[in-house]
C-alpha cells in the first residue's frame, strides 16, 4: 500500500509538471503580447522591448529547445519556464494583475468560500443521491421508482447556471426574497449567515450532480442484487434491510465513489458559474476574471491547483476502493 | 436489370447495389414504426430534438421578428404579438429561442463528430498497438478526464478568442478522451477475434486490418457514444456562453439566461424560456442515447 501511494504520488507529481509546461507554453504561443496592455496607450516598439526586458519575455521559453537546424537543441541555463518553477517552487506564485497583490495571499483568501461550497455540495450530493439510489433499486418498478428515475433524467438535462437564475428571479418575483448575495460572511463570525450565503450556491450544483449519483447507485445496486452471495445472504435468513446495506451497498460504491472523485472535477468548474451568479468571493471567481485578463501568473497557477485536488481527488478513490472491497490489493 | 438477378438472396442483391425498392420503404417503415413503439421515451426524445432542430433550421423563415430585431418595447409579458414576451431591450423572446438552437446544435453536431472521429482514431491506435503507444496515450487520456472540462474550455476559449471556430476546436478537444478510452476497450475485445488473427496471417498489413476489420466493428459503438455526448456538449456550449465566452453577436440560450438577471426589476418570461430550451434539448438528447444504448446492448434495460 505504502509503495502504491508513494508510486502514485510520483505519477502525480509527473502529470502536474506535463500541466504545467503545457499551459507555459499555450499561453505564449496563443496571440496577445500581455507587454501591449501594460504599455498602455502611446506606445513605442521600444517601449514594448523595455518591458518585455523588465518581465524577462525576451527569453527563450523552455532550458531545453529544439532547433531547426544543427545541433537541434539549444540549452540555456536563462530561460523564462526555468525561472518560473524556480520562483514557484520557492513558493512565489507572482503578482495578481487584478488588484496587484500576490497570488498566494489572494487564494488562500478566497480558497475557504471555494472549499465550502464543495464540501456542502459534496454533502448534498451523497446525502440525497445514494439514499434515494438505494430506495428506487429496491422498489424497481414502484411508483418511487420512476418518480426517482424521471427527476434524476431531468436533474441531468437541467443547466446549473439556469436554476441559479431562477433562484435568483423567481422568488425575488413572487415572495419578495433574494438569496444573501454580495459580501461573503466568514464561516466563524456567523456560521448560519455563512450557510445562508453559500447553501443555495451548494444546492444548485448538487441538483446535477446528486442525479447523476443516484441513477449510478440505483444500477450498480441493481447489478450487485444479481450475485450469488446475496442470494446465500437471503437463503442464510439475515433480514432483507440487512442484506441490502451489509452486503449490496458496500460492494455497488466502487462505481459510485469513482464517480465522486470525477464530479469533484466538475465542481471546480462548477464553482465558476455559480459564484458568478451569486457573487461570491471564491476561487472560481477569481479565475475568471483573471482569463479575462490574461494574467499569465493567475491562470498558471489556477491549473496547478486544479491539477493538484484532482491528482489528490484520484488518490484518494483509488485508496477508499481497497477499502470498500478488500479483493482489491495494491502492491 | 438482369435476368439471373431475381435467384440471388436478398443480402447478395443489396451487395449488388440492387434493392427491393417497391417493398424496401414501406418494410423499414414498419420496423421503424415497431422501434419507436417498443422505445416510447427515446422517440419522445427524438420528437424533442426534431421540433428543436427544426425550430433552428427554419428560424429565418417561420420566426415571427429577427433574432436581433427591437420589435417592442422592454420586458414585455406574454402576449400575441410575443408569445413569450419581450427580454431586457426588447427583442422577441420566442424569434431568440428559436434562433438559439442554430449555434447550440452546430456547435454540438460538428464538436461531437469531429472529436468522436478523433477519439475513436486514438482510441483505435491505442488499443491495437498496445505497448509504450498505449501507455502514454492512456496517462495522457487520464489526465485529461481528471482535468476540470469547463477551466479547460474556458482557457482555450478565452485565449484563442472566443469564436465559433475556437468553440467548436475546444469542445472538440472536450470530447476526444473519453471517446478514446471506450473505444481502446472494445478494440483491446475485438482484437484477439479470429477473423482478425485470419487476416493478419494472410499478411495484411497494419492499416488495412484497423480499417476493415476493427473499425467496422467499433463504428457503432462510436455512434452510440456520440449521441450519449450531445447532450452534455450543448450543456457546455450553453455554460460557455453563460459566462459571457460564447459565440459573440449570435442569439444564444446560455448568453440569454445570463442577460435575464440585468433586468431590473426581474422578468420572469426571459428567464424561464432560454433555459427551458436548453434543458428539452439535453433531455431530448440525453433520452435518445439511452434508448439508442439499450436497443444496442438490450442487458442494460431498465438498468438507468
New interface residues.
Given amino acids: 500500500m505504502q509503495t502504491f501511494i508513494l508510486r502514485r504520488l510520483l ?1 502525480g507529481v509527473i ?1 502536474l509538471f ?2 504545467s509546461v503545457t ?1 507555459f507554453l ?2 505564449r504561443i ?3 503580447d500581455p507587454a501591449i496592455r501594460r504599455c498602455g496607450l502611446n506606445c513605442t516598439r521600444a517601449g514594448i522591448d523595455a518591458i518585455h526586458l523588465e518581465l524577462g519575455l525576451d527569453k527563450p521559453y523552455f532550458p531545453v529547445e529544439l532547433r531547426r537546424g544543427p545541433p537541434f537543441l539549444s540549452f540555456s541555463k536563462d530561460s523564462q519556464y526555468g525561472h518560473y518553477i524556480a520562483r514557484v517552487l520557492k513558493g512565489n506564485l507572482g503578482t495578481s494583475e487584478l488588484n496587484h497583490k500576490p497570488v498566494g495571499e489572494q487564494i488562500i483568501s478566497r480558497l475557504p468560500v471555494t472549499v465550502e461550497i464543495m464540501v456542502i455540495t459534496l454533502l448534498f450530493t451523497i446525502l440525497i443521491g445514494i439514499p434515494f439510489g438505494i430506495i428506487s433499486a429496491t422498489l ?2 414502484s411508483p418511487i421508482d420512476y418518480i426517482v ?1 424521471s427527476s434524476s ?2 436533474g ?4 446549473s ?2 436554476v441559479a ?2 433562484v ?3 422568488p ?2 413572487f415572495w419578495g426574497y433574494a438569496p444573501p448575495i454580495g459580501r461573503k460572511i466568514a464561516l466563524m463570525d456567523d456560521p448560519i449567515g455563512n450557510f445562508k450565503q453559500v447553501a443555495p450556491a451548494a444546492a444548485v450544483l448538487a441538483l446535477g450532480s446528486a442525479a447523476g449519483i443516484m ?1 449510478l447507485t ?2 450498480s445496486l ?2 450487485v442484487m444479481r450475485q450469488d452471495y446475496m442470494r446465500t445472504a437471503r437463503a442464510k435468513g439475515l433480514q432483507e434491510r440487512a442484506v441490502i446495506l451489509k452486503h449490496g451497498l458496500k460492494n455497488s460504491m466502487i462505481p459510485v465513489i469513482t464517480v465522486l472523485g ?1 464530479q469533484v ?2 465542481l ?3 464553482a ?2 455559480v459564484e ?2 451569486f457573487t461570491l468571493p471564491g476561487l472560481g471567481d477569481f ?2 476574471r483573471s ?2 485578463l ?1 494574467d499569465y501568473d493567475v ?1 498558471q497557477t ?2 496547478l491547483y ?2 493538484v485536488t ?2 489528490a ?2 488518490l484518494l478513490v483509488d485508496v477508499s476502493y481497497a477499502w470498500l472491497d478488500p479483493r482489491i490489493r495494491y502492491s | 436489370m438482369p435476368e439471373n438477378v431475381s435467384v440471388q438472396s436478398p443480402a447478395v442483391l443489396a451487395d449488388m447495389g440492387i434493392s427491393e425498392r417497391s417493398e424496401g420503404i414501406s418494410a423499414t417503415l414498419r420496423k421503424l414504426g415497431t422501434l419507436a413503439r417498443q422505445n416510447p421515451l427515446g422517440t419522445v426524445g427524438l420528437i424533442i430534438i426534431l421540433v428543436f432542430a427544426g425550430a433552428a433550421l427554419l428560424a429565418p423563415y417561420l420566426a415571427p421578428y429577427s433574432a436581433t430585431a427591437l420589435s417592442g418595447a422592454k420586458n414585455e409579458g406574454m402576449s400575441s404579438a410575443h408569445l413569450f414576451g419581450t427580454e431586457v431591450v426588447g427583442r422577441d423572446i420566442f424569434s431568440r429561442v428559436m434562433f438559439g438552437g442554430r449555434i447550440s446544435m452546430s456547435v454540438a453536431f460538428i464538436s461531437v463528430i469531429g472529436g468522436a472521429s478523433a477519439g475513436m482514431l486514438i482510441g483505435i491506435i491505442s488499443g491495437y498497438f498496445g505497448g509504450t503507444i498505449d501507455s502514454i496515450i492512456q ?1 495522457t487520456v ?2 485529461a ?7 479547460l474550455l ?3 476559449t ?4 472566443p469564436s465559433f471556430r475556437t468553440i467548436v476546436f475546444a469542445l472538440t478537444l472536450a470530447v476526444i478522451p473519453g471517446v478514446a478510452r471506450i473505444v481502446r476497450g472494445a478494440v483491446l475485445s475485438e482484437k484477439n477475434n479470429q477473423y482478425v488473427e485470419a487476416a493478419r496471417s494472410t499478411g495484411a498489413w497494419a492499416p488495412r486490418i484497423l480499417l476493415r476489420h476493427i473499425l467496422p466493428n467499433v463504428i457503432a459503438l462510436g455512434i452510440i457514444v456520440m449521441t450519449t455526448l450531445l ?1 452534455g456538449i450543448i ?1 457546455a456550449e ?2 460557455l456562453a ?2 459571457g465566452l460564447g459565440v459573440p453577436n449570435a442569439a444564444s440560450w ?1 448568453r440569454d ?2 442577460d ?2 440585468l433586468a431590473f ?2 422578468h ?1 418570461p426571459s ?2 424560456f ?2 427551458a430550451a ?3 434539448t ?2 431530448g438528447f ?2 435518445l442515447g ?1 434508448s439508442i444504448r439499450d436497443i444496442a446492448d438490450p442487458r442494460l434495460r ?3
Avoid at chain 1, 441531468?156 to 443547466?159: F, H, T
Fill in positions: 505519477s502529470i506535463v500541466l499551459v499555450l499561453l496563443v496571440p496577445g424497481r418498478n428515475r433524467v431531468l441531468l438535462a437541467i443547466p447556471f439556469w437564475t431562477l435568483l428571479v423567481l425575488s418575483e441513477r440505483r444500477s441493481l447489478e470525477l472535477s466538475g471546480l468548474g462548477g465558476i458559474i458568478q451568479i479565475t475568471l482569463l479575462v490574461k491562470v489556477m491549473t486544479a491539477g484532482v491528482v481527488m484520484n | 496517462r487520464d489526465t478526464i481528471a482535468f476540470p472540462a469547463l477551466l474556458l482557457i482555450v478565452q485565449l484563442l478568442g447532450g450543456l450553453a455554460s453563460f459566462l446560455g439566461v445570463s435575464a438577471r426589476p426581474y420572469i428567464a424561464i432560454p433555459g436548453i434543458t428539452l439535453v433531455l440525453n433520452i439511452d431498465g438498468s438507468r
